[in-house]
């Protein structure tokens, strides 16, 4: 026991570093080569650009005349389109939060409501950017992203798509 508890204090004691007899790593010798680690940061990086943030809220201003083809919704596997009495449908699950609601006549959905926000909206922002470019009316919506970063504005009009950083107003902003 005691020799026991006195090795156990020599080694908590020893302060000493060794120098490493050879590096184990054969790609961090190669020049444009990263370690292992710094890989899977880079990569984790690359895989989040394409989800900058959350969107908090969605505010639509104007929705007037807006036409969508279902034809564009065939192109995404994680949407679905129900259809309800009535003529009407909804189309969900780009994200969770996105949702699509209007009449339909002939192949297009004549859009009464739209929202997008909540977890992963940010991540196919770009996606939903690209449905209303083959749409036909207007809609301007406000847009607030998470962590009160950015107020955008989005103006479609007869397939042009913009967006617009706004300034956030008063208060919106965290402290």
Same mark, same amino acid.
């Given at each position: ?15 000493? @570093? ?34 900058? @943030? ?5 505010? *639509? ?10 034809? $564009?919704?065939?192109? @995404? ?14 189309? *969900?699950?780009? *994200? ?39 749409? $036909? ?6 847009? @607030? ?5 950015? $107020? ?24």
């Amino acid at each position: 026991m005691v020799s026991r508890k006195e090795h156990r204090r020599s080694r908590r004691n020893r302060k000493w @570093y060794r120098e490493p007899r050879f590096s184990n790593r054969a790609s961090s010798k190669r020049s444009g080569r990263f370690l292992p680690s710094i890989k899977a940061n880079v990569e984790e990086v690359v895989r989040g650009e394409k989800m900058p @943030y959350n969107i908090t809220d969605w505010k *639509t201003k104007k929705i007037e005349n807006l036409k969508i083809s279902l034809k $564009v919704f065939d192109s @995404y596997e994680d949407i679905d389109i129900e259809f309800l009495k009535d003529g009407e449908c909804v189309v *969900t699950g780009l *994200t969770e939060g996105f949702e699509i609601r209007g009449n339909l006549e002939g192949e297009k959905v004549v859009v009464k409501v739209i929202t997008n926000f909540g977890e992963w909206s940010g991540a196919n922002w770009e996606d939903f950017l690209e449905i209303l470019k083959s749409s $036909v009316g207007d809609l301007i919506a406000t847009v @607030y992203w998470e962590g009160g970063d950015a $107020v955008e504005r989005l103006i479609a009009k007869d397939g042009e798509v913009e967006t617009e950083i706004l300034d956030p107003p008063i208060g919106f902003l965290k402290v």
